[in-house]
């Protein structure tokens, strides 16, 4: 089971719904199980970079099957352990490890990815998180 595009739709909607009640200007992806995206928008006044980096973010779900912000945390763990980890995380610029992407799961499975992209890493995370519950079934 995967994220379709009426689901896309509405978790994107949702999303932006979010981010006009908190005052911030996002940009929104969503992305089935296999990273294809499925909808996307950019706030008027959001930046360029935050629409690069939504999109960026659902990769990174989709390619690790776990939210950025834990993705982030993880790395930062392991470079307090080996330092020279870092050398090999800044050649991967698919992957991006701060808050704002989240699996969105169906049935319990990984069926695709919401990313917000545009206020703090804690907004943004919070916002795809809330979007994402909302779309998930079981």
Known sequence: ?????????????????????????????VADEAGALLAFARMDGATRLSARTAVAKTQTVI??????????????????????LFYGMIVRPDVVPFGGGVPVRLDGRLAGAVAVSGATSVQDHEIAERAAAAGDRA
């Not at 896309?8 to 929104?28: E, K, N, T, W």
């Open 63 to 84: 390619l690790t099957g776990k939210a950025t912000i834990d993705l982030g945390r993880e790395w930062r763990e392991e470079l307090a352990v080996e330092p020279e």
């Open 1 to 29: 089971m995967t994220v379709n595009l009426d689901d896309a739709r509405q978790i994107a909607d949702r999303a932006l719904d979010d981010a006009r009640r908190l005052g911030v200007r996002i940009s929104v992806a």
